[in-house]
């Protein structure tokens, strides 16, 4: 019960709402005496991908033999996958402990206070290095009260343009806010505009910008059961095979390893290779049964649906039927007419959140591009019709939301 109040308490702080700024966990950090200034650190960002980017760079350096926290949002199946240390997830008891200590002040957002305690339970377990997934932009976000070794921003495309900006430019320039004088910068992103914001950042904090395709560059094929990779560093190629589905973790494995390269950390590249081999997250294009094929995929922008759109064809399917929820803030104009692109069959159903859109909503945006969509709105049943209409040979993919995936899952209450 102690764990399950604990996370009612943490959840509660969501009537808060989102506090852009550094004010906040500013106070907070320093009412804990600065833990994160006792550990070294690698700041992840970017729109898609970056779980995953920092997620490969923290088991390359725990190959390496270092003690590694990792820190991501959101999670999936269980709350404590936010805060992760040498691949575990944090015990429930000192989740407990670390939360009690921060909500005692009675100061700070949600995400604010988790972050608080991540670098609280990193400074403890003296780690040697945090990789630190940015919740939200960048230059606002309340992770960003780090000063990394390097900063790693993997894409830039449209996303939170009521709270980021209305275009590319604007948006990479939150992200780039993560660059500061005295790290590196890694990128994979190669659109001209934010390409041109990261390099003007660059250039006036004295940073070098490391590129995908320059400084490091990868070959990847594919399969439904996962990915033969080559990586190019300096001229020198790796070669390993990653757990993970689609060709886009080419792109996230080749600015982990570039990152893993540019710290201190002193990799090697077996540690490399078993760090990019040993990787595997929930909710990214994961195939959790075949014969139908079930397919679990958290997409919730235009360009995750469309990376999804792609790894489809890595599966030998008849029919492919879509089941989709989404949350009120995202493209679902957009990703409606992506999704009905590739999709034979699209179910909508509504994860049991209050920013959960309207399926009769969602049903609409379908029908103005030529899809009759079905309705049943809640999960299991969804799933379950799926399946029902479903021959073996075909494959069913869930996506939208990772709310949505957790909740196909049975983890609804984890992840409120």
Not at 76 to 89: A, D, K, Q, S, T
Not at 202 to 214: A, D, I, R, S
Request: charged content about 30%; some cysteine; hydrophobic content about 40%.
């Amino acid at each position: 019960m102690a764990y399950k109040e604990t996370l009612e308490r943490l959840y509660a702080l969501k009537s808060r709402g989102i506090s852009l700024g550094l004010d906040n966990i500013t106070e907070l950090m320093l009412r804990m005496k600065n833990p994160h200034r006792n550990f070294k650190s690698i700041h992840v960002g970017g729109t898609n991908g970056k779980g995953t980017t920092a997620t490969f760079i923290a088991n390359i350096l725990r190959e390496e033999g270092w003690k590694v926290g990792l820190y991501l949002s959101p999670h999936v199946y269980n709350f404590r996958e936010r805060i992760m240390l040498n691949g575990e997830m944090i015990p429930e008891k000192k989740l407990e402990k670390l939360a009690s200590d921060v909500l005692k002040f009675n100061f700070g957002t949600f995400f604010e206070v988790l972050t608080a305690m991540a670098f609280k339970y990193f400074s403890d377990e003296k780690v040697d290095y945090a990789v630190v997934e940015v919740g939200l932009g960048g230059r606002l976000d309340a992770t960003n009260i780090i000063n990394p070794e390097v900063a790693a921003i993997t894409n830039v495309d449209m996303e939170h343009s009521d709270l980021l900006g209305k275009n590319l430019r604007a948006i990479a320039k939150e992200k780039a806010g993560i660059i500061k004088i005295g790290t590196k910068a890694i990128t994979g992103e190669n659109k001209r505009e934010p390409l041109d914001e990261f390099k003007k950042v660059c250039k006036v904090k004295k940073v070098p910008l490391y590129l995908l395709g320059e400084y490091v560059d990868y070959e990847i094929k594919g399969d439904d059961r996962g990915s033969s990779l080559k990586v190019k560093h300096m001229g020198q190629a790796l070669e390993a095979r990653l757990k993970m589905v689609g060709e886009h973790h080419g792109v996230n494995s080749a600015i982990a390893v570039g990152t893993a390269k540019l710290s201190s950390a002193n990799v090697s590249d077996e540690s490399i290779i078993k760090g990019l081999e040993k990787t595997i997250l929930p909710g990214r294009f994961e195939v959790k049964e075949r014969n139908p094929y079930l397919i679990l995929d958290g997409a919730h922008n235009p360009a995750a649906i469309d990376q999804v759109s792609r790894a489809t064809y890595l599966l030998k399917y008849d029919k492919l039927i879509c089941v989709t929820g989404m949350m009120n803030d995202k493209a679902i104009e957009r990703m409606a007419e992506q999704i009905s692109s590739f999709s034979d069959k699209v179910i909508i159903t509504q994860p049991k959140l209050e920013r959960a859109a309207d399926p009769k909503y969602i049903q609409v945006q379908f029908k103005n591009v030529g899809v009759k969509a079905e309705i049943i709105e809640d999960v299991p049943g969804a799933i379950k019709h799926a399946k029902k209409i479903a021959s073996k040979k075909d494959a069913i993919i869930v996506l939208g939301s990772f709310y949505l995936v957790a909740e196909t899952m049975g983890c609804g209450y984890d992840v409120r």
